[in-house]
Structure formats: C-alpha cells, structure tokens
C-alpha cells in the first residue's frame, strides 16, 4: 500500500520501496527529516545531529547532496540521512540495521484485567424505507426517525456520508453517537474500534481495541518522529517557538506517524481506518499541547503555564487524524507543568496497587513524573531526566541487537561484559547504562562525586576525556557517566521534595511503583546503589510496565474510567520544584553517589 | 488590499491591478473560471457559454490562449474572458463594462422594523491575575474561573488562541459563548458582529450586523460566482455530479465569493473578519447542499431527496468561511424539493403580512418558491423559471446602463421604445422584458400561442427564425418569447395546483406577496396580462422586496426567530407538482397567453 503524505510546500517525492510507503519531502531538508515527519522508521539514536552514524540510507536513484561529498562507492554508497538533503525525487533504501523494529506495545503487568465494555459511542444499526416521489423525505431526517431514539443533532460530517451510504447498502447505515449527537456513518456491518494512544516524548504506543467485546486486538509501537527536533521537551518547544512553521513542523510530524499506526494496526486486523469511532491519548503536556494545535511559548518559559490542563473533546479531523469523519479524540487531562495525561493515565492503571496505602507512583523517561499518594492526597511533580538512563545520547548507546553489552561487571578488579547473542561488543544497550554505572562506582573506577579513577587500567583518556573501556571498542565516558548522574539526582530530588511537601519520610512509603517501559527493566538495586531510589526494603518497589498505556485502554472502554481520570487530574495538586528553596542544593548533593554502597 | 486564493492546484497566477487583487488560475482553465471563482466581479451575461460577450477583458502582461486568434490589436486587444484559456501568470484588466457594479443588499420593504436583540452568541470579557510559578494555572482554566457562568467546554479553536491573547492585552479576553460552550477568543473591545447571507442561484446578498445594538452595518450583493458553471440549479447539480471534482468546484466558488464579500463588508466598517462571530445563511436546497458540501446527486435525480432538511450549525471551518475561528454558521431548515431556507426566511419576513388571511407567497427568481397559507396550513412548491425573466440569456439582454431599454410600447401599431439615458437603443434591460411580452401580445404582434406575427412590419426573419425589432440593433426573438412563456406557464401552474391541492380558488387569495429583487420591480399588471399572475384586485399583490434577507436577519438578531424558522419549516408541506397528474396538462395550457387580453 503506497501512502502519499501530501502537503503543497513539500515537493519531492521520497519513495521507500522496501516499506511500499511514499513521502513529501521539502527542498534542502535532510532525507531523515523528511523521512521521519512522514512516519518512516528510520533509527536516529542522536536525533539527527550528525554524531551516531545509526541512520544509514542508499540513494537508489535521485538527487541528493551530501556535504560528505560521494567517496568511494558512488551514488550507491551508503551514507547518513541525516546528513543527506533532498534535491529531487529519490529512491531510498534503508540499511537494515537503520531500520527500526515494530515494537509490540506493552500495556503493563496488569492487562490481563479484563477492559470496560462501557464506550462512549453507541452504535445503532438502521434500515429505512426508500424515498419516493411521494415520500421525499431527506434521508437525514429518514433516519433519525428510524434510530428509536432522541438525537439533538446529526453532524455535517456524518450527514455528507449519509446519502451514499444508504442508496449502496440497501437502505441500511450505522450510526455513530456520542451522547445525544450523530457524529458519523458508516456502512452496515463492519468492526467497532477505538484507538487509545500513549505519546511519549521517545516512543508512542497505540492500542487498537474492539469497542464492542473490550477486547485489544492490537498494538504497536514507534518512536516519535518528533525527535529529529531534539530529544528532549524543551528543544522541541523551543524548535515551535523559534522556527517558522516550526510547532507546525511538530505537529505534522506526529500526525503522521500516528495515521500510519492507525492504517497498519486496521490493515493487520483487517478493518477499515474508518471503523475507528473513538480515540483517547495520553501524553506530557508539551505532547498534548504539540498535538492539539496548542501554543507552547508560555509553556516553555517561566512560570510554565499550560494552555488547558482540564480534558478535551476534539474533532479527530482538527486533529488531523485520519479515522471515522466526524468522531471526537479525547485528549487526557493534565495536571501540571509537564505532568500530563500519560500521568494521569498511570494513576489510573495502578489505582488498585495505591488505593489505600502511602504510595509513590514513578514512570521515569526523557521526562520523568512522580506522583505521592497518601490518604486522599495526591502530590505530583516531573523532572527532566534526559534519554541518558535509557542509552540515548550515550557515546556507545545502541539498540538492543546482537554485539550490544546488556550486562556489566567487574571480575578481579578489571570490567568484563555480556553481550546479546555473545557477538563482539560494538555498543552498549539502553538497559545496560545504569547497570555499568553502579557496577564501576561499586568497584571504585568511579569516585563518589562521579569522577572515573584515572589510574585503573581500564579507564583511558582521549582528547582530555576519560572513559572505561567496557570494550576494546565501546568506551564509556566521562560525559556519559555526567548524564547519568544528573538524570538520577534530577529524580532523587523530585522525590525527596514531594515527601518533604507530605511531611513524610522515604520510609513511609509502603509501595514505590515504578510504571512505563524503562521502569519494567531497570534493576532496582542498580538504581538504589546509584542513588536514583531511596533506600527501601526490595519487595516494597513494584515494576508495572506501561501502566499509561493500560489506564488510556481503560478510558476508552469504559465511561467510569474516563471521568474517573479526570478526577484524579483535578484533584492532583502540581508541586512546582522551582519553587521550593532546597532544590538546587538538594539537586548538588544528589549528583554524588552513596558515600556507601548499598 | 491584495488577497491571494490559494491552492495547490492553481499554479498561476492572475492579477487584477484595477481591482487590488489576484486570484489563482489552473493551468487551461478559462480566465473567466478562474476570475469568478475568486470572487472577482466579472460579468458573465450568459454564464461562461460564449454567447454574449460581456466578459471583455484585456491581458496586459502574461501567457494566454485565445482559440479566437491574436486578431487585431494583438496582445493588448479586447477578448472574451470565457474564450481565453490561462496559460501562466498574467495581468488582466477588465473592460469598464465588464464589471459587475457592487449591488446595494436591499432587505425588502420592511427593513425599518428594528432587529431583535437576543442573539445567540454572548460575549463576556474578563481580566484574570496574571500565572506565576507560584499560581500556574492553566490559561483556560483560569479564564474559565473569571467567567462567573457556567460553561461545559471550551472549544479548541478558542483554547489555541487564548494565551497569545491574553499575554498581548493585560490578561484581557473576550469570550464568545453559544449555550454553556466557549467557541471563541477575541482581544477585549472590537466589535461583535454578525453575518446573514441570502445566497440565491444568481445573486448573493450578505448583511453584516452589529449583534449589540441590532443595527444594520452594512449590506453586500453579488452574483453567485458558481453561474461560469450554469445558469439553473440542474446545471450546477450535473456540474457536481459529472466532473472531477465538480461538486468542490462549485462549493469553492461560492466558498471565495462568500470571503471576499465579508472582507469587504468588514473593511467597510473598520472592523476585522474575527469580528464576525455568528452567520445564518439561508438558500435553496441545492445551494445550501452545495455550501455545506453536501452530496446533490439524490438531489438532482427523482425522487429529488436532500441530504438533510432540518436547520444544522456547522462550524464556520468546515464550510471554509472566514470568520471568528470556531464560530458557527447556522444554514437555514429547508421545506422540501428545491424549496429551501430562503422560502423560509422569506415567509419569517412577511409573516406579519399574511398572519391570519389567505395568502401566497412568492419569491421569483431562476427558481420560483411559492407557498400557500391558509388557516394554520402552509403548502410550499417551487418550479424552475429559468432566468429569462430577469432577462438572462435573452439574446438581448443586458444589465441597467445607458442605452438600455427599460420600456417598450406600441404607439400606432409600431414599437416604440425608451432606454436609460435617451441614448441610443443597445439592449433590453431585465426589467423591461416582462413589459415587452405584454406589450407585444397586448398589441397582437404576438399571437395567444405565443408567435410573432410574420406580416407586421416591426418582425422580421434572420435564419429561419422570427424576431420583433425593438430597435434597429435589439432584436427581441421568438426563442426569447418562448423562453418567458416556459417561466410564466410554470409559475402559473403551480400557482394553480397549490390552490387546488388546498381546495380554494385564485379568489380566495386575500394578499398576493411578492417577494425578492425581481418581485420588487415587476409590474403586476404585465404579470397579470401575460397570464403569470391570477387576475386578483391589484391591491392584492404586495411587492415587499427582499423578504428572505430581512427574515435571515432576523434569525441572526433574535433567537426566537431563529426557532420560528424552524417550525416554519418544519410545519409547511412540500407539494411535489411531479406527483399530480393534470400537471402536465395544465402546464401546456398556461403556456398560452390569456385570450383576452386584461
């Protein structure tokens, strides 16, 4: 199936023929731009910088320039997308390795809970006596009739539907209705979907869900092809601030990737994009407000007000997603600053892990967000955590693939590693970094405040850096290690003031629940010997996956859960840490490591 | 002020230096196309067909095809806009005569009824405390809380604009409110205005209302930009059924007809598009379908269904309209057939005219609307009456200039004629060529079937086919007599079987209203002669101009009129004249002129 992402000001035609996809590409930008705003999984670990060399493409035909100039190979070398500008209509293969996997969405621990079989959207089937001369009646008005119950409107979009709906099916036609309104129609028979969506800053997850039994018939995961403006929120607020067209430029990037999960998650169930009548998404606040078409200045500036923090019901096509004419998205509620509706989401598929007891709910990402629980008060806050615990920007990060360190120790005094598939060492993966971390400070290569110990044999020194050797050629540096720590004090600090704002301390806490997927593969000793977790007794941390994911699925199945998340986002109360006198002295002391390893 | 209708499809270019704008042409399109479509006011006497030549204009720089050859004058020569095909950018001037004057909107005879002023849209300003980090509340919420009323939602075209707004006036906002929903944002102070449209098949009337004080600003007319498409709504719906993109075309058209209109209106007034926070439009069926982008095909077909009859908001925005973004436009209930939200409006206009007596109502037009109230009944019908009463397509034709004959007479057995000015006898304007018919039967220069008598010395012969010589150069023809005979058998006939269906004669019709433009200058006593017009008591008929754009302002200024027009609607019963079997019988008989001349 060959998608065209058509947009006037994008010109050339990038043509992928290995994933049969098509996209609109702009004079001068890079292929990987291009690629990405047009939802083609092309791997960019450093966001297109320039600096990881994991976006390797072949121009099979068209023009391209590369500053790198042609070198051995011709036309038909390999080179880096990012690198690469679009000059002409191309021909573009992706290396293999470049290629980044469809990722099954995980929904956490916990779905094996049965969904909600409480929707929204009701449908009702209808079939109506044809016109005549001396029975004109428009069909709209034909139908409603027919329906057997009180409708206030029927929407434009769903009356454009209408007439070609009845006269090539019999006279019979679905409607969708949200509360009293019509707001589509299809043809009879046909699968009743709902598409509940977790965009994170790295990754988004979408489930599609059968609206009718409950059930989730599929998932998939991609990266957020928003991340060739920066890794992290605020490069890419400041990319929509800054850059003409640029939140535009965001928007469109994310709407493309979302409208190509949808059309691959109908195609492998085979339905129609527009038996999709319902759809929830989750998300940070800088990614509800890039979705919906928000504004972000006065988000990405002190005091970091958000536009709307309530729920939203919007047009799917204000949106510009592309499913049943006429249905609504609800956008999740937020609770503050950058604690948005993915967060809420997680409170929500944990609600019967912290109900009753002192809890703390964390899912730790590129921006982490923390909620205290206790009695009927919930405490909320984020942090910006960077993608350093999870491999990104880290000198040697790579994917999990054969070659890739998963495991680090230190056998008599000297670093030994374990790879995937027992291949050469060529990178470390996502899950291993925090791992190394705690094992070299444990070992004494890395000092307390962080410094690698430039007398042991495995620590060397380039262009004034040093770095581990974990491998003849995977070196973990200096700089890496200074990610690392200021991601995990960044996190340490949000807790400990959020217990501080309760008058509570770590102890208290009777469960630390650590939801989202980097949370279901962090090791929680790693962690609390670091520093990252406080000090508690093992079997009080639970590890719950994508609890997010699961809360959004739960919104869309059933009403309870959708007005229960909004509750729980108005009842959060946001504690802004900029506001709190100790945090930055809080913040320094926690860039240190224990004095004692734990 | 230059204005630039942009789509990706139209490539060039044309620029119109007298009247300050440029509009965008498709390769191969005709600049008369293209012109109209962009709202640019070029006269097109004979709707783009080649027949008239009254779309003169001259191409003073730029690449065209004129299948009429270079000729004499050559690049700079005079040519017909609808033979000239655009073929890159050009500079195009338009022949003095070839633009159609800015008509002054009338409201018919009522207007010094004052408006209402209860109209649907609230506006309520607020100040809110500016966020801190201390206080950061969300913009929306904060407003929300300012408001001091209840509001269930605020929309997401208003949420996008607010925090620019608020930031760029003192933490000022204008809210505008329909029911408990928040749909737009506006800065503090401008104004709050409305907009009524009457969109006819051949002329468009927009008025623009300032909602607070019910007061009239400023009214607009202009040809329906969709007649380069078709003179008659068939036509049009063929248009919209057969080509690629034909129904987009015609929705287009009146879509950038309708923009500019409210541009000027505004411009007029000093005031911004944004200001215009509601719309009704009323239009025949087929008008409104094609506004609102609703399929014709069922339409144009018997058993001639609409999509939908009842009256529908829709958003502005997904019309195409220009105004306050999220503002709604409400198209007006239509009654049946082709009988449509203008009749409705029409009889809100008049309704304190025919309340309590027997009584037609009739807008004349391309199509002629009528209905019949008698007691608490109203029978509605429409017929094509083509346009050849308001002297389109009569080979004569032409618009109120000097030089154009506005009275024909027989003074001694010979035609006698009088033109605009005195000056020299050039054309037949629409509102003699009623006068003209009466006179030439009156005189028995034309038979009761209809013929020009062959021996009177005032008819002549040109190619086989008859003609009475008005002048030495207006020739008035038999196929422009049969054109009015077609017209008044159909307005007569269903004149006729209405009364029958209702039981009554002619005579029993205690008030004959005439609405609309052309109502307002027809004489009644050629209507009568013609056969038309029953031969009632004069002082029966009431000519009150246009009822429908006083009854559409109405519903803007006054929500109870919004609702009567609703039940109007809802109340009156369309007659299908095709399902009553004398009328085809009585159709031919009518097409005969009235024995005895009255």
Redesign the interface.
């Known amino acids: 199936m060959t998608r065209v992402v058509f947009d006037?000001h994008r010109t050339h035609r990038l043509h992928f023929p290995d994933l049969g996809c098509e996209v609109a590409g702009s004079e001068g930008e890079t292929l990987f731009q291009a690629a990405r705003r047009g939802g083609v999984r092309i791997v960019g670990a450093c966001g297109g910088r320039g600096t990881c060399g994991s976006c390797m493409v072949r121009v099979a035909q068209g023009h391209v320039e590369d500053p790198e100039g042609e070198g051995s190979g011709g036309h038909h070398r390999w080179r880096r997308a990012c690198r690469t500008k679009v000059r002409g209509d191309c021909v573009v293969e992706i290396a293999p390795r470049s290629l980044a996997p469809v990722a099954r969405a995980e929904v956490g621990h916990d779905d094996t809970r049965p969904l909600g079989r409480d929707p929204r959207v009701a449908t009702v089937d209808v079939t109506v006596t044809p016109?005549?001369?001396?029975?004109?009646?428009?069909?709209?008005?034909r139908v409603r009739m027919a329906l057997g119950r009180p409708v206030s409107?029927?929407?434009?979009?769903a009356?454009?539907r209408?007439?070609?709906i009845l006269?090539g099916h019999a006279w019979s036609a679905r409607a969708r209705i949200m509360g009293d309104l019509v707001f589509g129609f299809s043809p009879p028979g046909g699968a009743t979907l709902g598409l509940a969506v977790d965009l994170g800053t790295t990754n988004a997850a979408a489930f599609l869900i059968d609206l009718e039994s409950g059930r989730r018939l599929a998932a998939l995961g991609i990266e957020n092809p928003q991340a060739s403006w920066g890794a992290d929120l605020i490069s890419r607020i400041n990319h929509a601030i800054q850059a003409a067209n640029g939140a535009e430029d965001l928007r469109g990037a994310i709407v493309a990737g979302l409208n190509t999960v949808v059309r691959d998650l109908c195609h492998a169930v085979g339905a129609d994009v527009h038996d999709v009548v319902d759809a929830v998404v989750c998300g940070n606040t800088a990614m509800h407000h890039l979705l919906?078409?928000?504004?972000v200045?006065?988000l990405g500036r002190?005091?970091?007000?958000?536009?709307?923090?309530?729920g939203?019901?919007?047009?799917a096509s204000?949106v510009g997603l592309d499913i049943c004419p006429g249905a609504r998205i609800h956008l999740v509620a937020?609770i503050?600053?950058f604690v948005g509706g993915d967060h809420v989401t997680a409170l929500l598929g944990t609600e019967h892990r912290w109900s009753g007891v002192t809890a703390l709910v964390m899912d730790i990402g590129t921006n982490t967000e923390i909620s205290l629980l206790s009695e009927d008060r919930i405490l909320s806050t984020s942090c910006p955590s960077g993608p350093a615990l999870e491999g990104g920007h880290i000198s040697c990060g790579m994917r999990a693939a054969d070659g890739a360190i998963e495991r680090v120790a230190v056998v008599d005094g000297r670093v030994a590693v374990k790879t995937i598939a027992n291949k050469k060492a060529i990178g470390l993966c996502g899950s291993g970094v925090l791992d190394a971390v705690a094992v070299l400070h444990g070992a004494g290569i890395v000092d307390h405040g962080g410094r690698l110990i430039a007398s042991h044999p495995d620590v060397g020194e380039a262009a004034g850096a040093r770095f581990a050797r974990l491998a003849p050629e995977v070196h973990f540096t200096q700089h890496d290690i200074r990610a690392v720590q200021l991601a995990k004090a960044a996190i340490r600090t949000a807790t400990d003031l959020l217990l501080r704002q309760a008058g509570l301390s770590a102890a208290a806490v009777d469960r630390f629940i650590i939801a989202g997927a980097f949370g279901s593969y962090v090791d929680i000793g790693s962690g609390v010997a670091i520093g990252m977790f406080p000090d508690l007794p093992r079997e009080r941390f639970e590890q719950v996956g994508n609890a997010a994911g699961l809360g959004v699925c739960r919104m869309l199945t059933d009403r309870a859960d959708m007005a229960r998340a909004e509750e729980l986002a108005r009842r959060a109360i946001?504690v802004?840490l900029?506001?709190i006198p100790e945090f930055q002295k809080e913040f320094l002391k926690n860039i240190r490591f224990p004095a004692t390893p734990q």
């Not at 016109?131 to 008005?141: K, N, R, T």
């Not at 409107?153 to 979009?157: K, R, T, Y």
């Not at 919906?292 to 504004?295: E, S």
């Open positions: 006037p016109p005549s001369l001396h029975d004109p009646v428009a069909d709209v008005e409107a029927v929407e434009l979009p009356a454009r209408l007439p070609g006269r919906a078409g928000l504004p200045h006065q002190a005091p970091f007000v958000a536009a709307v923090r309530g939203m019901d919007v047009r204000d937020n503050g600053g946001y802004e900029n506001t």
